[in-house]
């Protein structure tokens, strides 16, 4: 188990700081969004090889619903990257930054991210490693549709974004269409089902429950740190409408909206 974490851990830092030299010719860092998707799929896939391409129930499970989740993801976000280009949270943080702005981002940005995506990732890791080949049960059954449902949810609520901006229409406007109706960030929502769902999953074959700190940990990136809290922020200052919507619509969870006076 050890030499796999560390396998892992090694070959994200690798990537990690071939994606820095790369960022430092495009002059812009801002693709790392669609790496912190496309990791978890390179550390699924590595954790498959060095069990020997063990074909077991809760590895393939494993495998399979990161792989399905990672690629989406990935592909939408490089897509939204290559046509929105340089996200401005990235350019705010390196222009804030003191000292050299490259030996920054190498900290702060590319390796600050490869040992969260490692630590995110361990329910799959230790799932992997942990399975004994018994065919899943309840705990597995419910981990699945619990991605499931996160991979759809988090599906449906890009696309319905993705169409609401591309209408000149709605330009300045608040979306509060769709899933965006019972929860402000449907993405997050789907991120966080998806991740736990594993996490069921690898409990199911045997991991320990301390493992829970990957997705305990993406919940906190995603609502507390470097998402909603910071998107909220932005959206306060450029969206008029948004207070209101903050005030009728869960900030997470879906539900109906709140009635207003």
């Known amino acids: 188990m ?44 590595a954790s498959y090889g060095q069990l020997g391409m063990a074909d077991t129930p809760h590895t393939q499970i494993l495998l399979w619903i990161t792989a399905i989740w990672g690629m989406r993801l990935g592909v939408f976000l490089l897509l939204r990257w290559r046509r929105d280009g340089a996200d401005p949270r990235y350019v705010r943080m390196i222009d804030k930054a003191s000292g050299n702005p490259h030996l920054f981002t190498l900290r702060s940005v590319f390796l600050l991210q490869g040992v969260m995506l490692w630590t ?38 890009d696309h319905q974004m993705t169409a609401f901006r591309a209408d000149p229409a709605n330009a300045g406007q608040v979306m509060d269409r769709g899933l965006w109706r019972y929860t402000r960030h449907p993405n997050y929502f789907g991120d966080a089902c998806v991740w736990w769902g594993l996490f069921l999953v690898a409990v199911g074959a045997g991991a320990p429950l301390w493992v829970a700190v990957g997705p305990a940990l993406l919940n906190w990136t995603l609502l507390r740190w470097s998402g909603a809290a910071l998107l909220e922020r932005r959206m306060k200052r450029s969206r008029p409408g948004y207070e209101d919507y903050i005030a009728r619509t869960s900030g997470f969870i879906p539900r109906p909206p709140r009635k207003q006076a």
Do not use: K, R
């Not at 995110?120 to 449902?149: C, E, K, N, R, T």
């Open 120 to 157: 995110v990732s361990l329910p799959v890791q230790l799932g992997m490693y942990s399975d004994s080949g018994a065919g899943p049960a309840a705990w597995a059954f419910a981990g699945i549709a619990l991605a499931v449902l996160g991979i759809v949810f988090e599906s449906v609520g």
């Open 2 to 45: 050890f030499e796999i974490m560390l396998f892992n851990f090694l070959l994200l830092i690798t990537c990690m700081v071939a994606l820095w030299l790369l960022s430092i010719n495009l002059g812009d860092v801002s693709f790392i969004d669609s790496f912190w998707a496309f990791g978890f799929v390179v550390v699924a896939v």
